[in-house]
């Protein structure tokens, strides 16, 4: 199969219709949560990622900010007016939607999860002793992650050799050994000083990896943003990919 990866869309449809078209054709697609967030367009981009076919989607920081089921003081200042904007803009049906999603979910090979296997929505992995200690956290050879929004691969071809931190390049296929922890980035927000939104595709018969960037519409995401009266960082750093 061919899956799409994909993770902390944040609410940013122009990257999340980029990614789509890139994308290609896929036989699943798998969202590692943080639909909402941020970004000015939360409702459309629950609807387009629902007519996706064969979609799995878990339940990010940023979604249970939104369905207020979280103390918003854990957030930075512009985080948090995104937040209440998101809990006074999301339609029922939105809400819906991001009340079902689960926080972890299994695909032999793959466990998925917004932030770490220990700690599904909350912790970043962001170095190696943080992935090496979380490997002891799921059963099967992989695990994806997302919330950092930066690509990342975290290898562990065998236990005695501990882990590694790879940055498989752009569009290229990347053969997976032994067990690996894996980030496509970010499609909404990429933090990598990469403006172009990023996603993965993972290839569960051959088992490989291909880390993708695609260009949007940046200023047509900056200007809903403005409009919506959302803090205006988050139109800034679009555009340099902080
Ligand atoms: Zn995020």
Redesign the pocket.
Known sequence: MRILVF??I?ANLTALEAVLEAAGTFDAAWCL??VV??GPDPNECIERIRQIPNLVCLV???DAAALGQINLEVFNKEARQSAHWMREHLTYDSIQFLEELPNRKVIDPVTLV?GSPRNPVWEYILDTNTAAANFSAFDTQFCFI??S?LPAAYLCPDAQAGVTLKMPPVGQVFQLEGRAILNPG?VG?PRDHDPRAAFAIFHSDELTWEPMRVEYDIHSVQERIYKAGLPSRHALRLLQGW
Do not use: L, P, R
């Open positions: 993770s902390d944040h949560g943080d967030g941020y990010g920081n940023h917004h997302g919330h929004h970010s927000q």
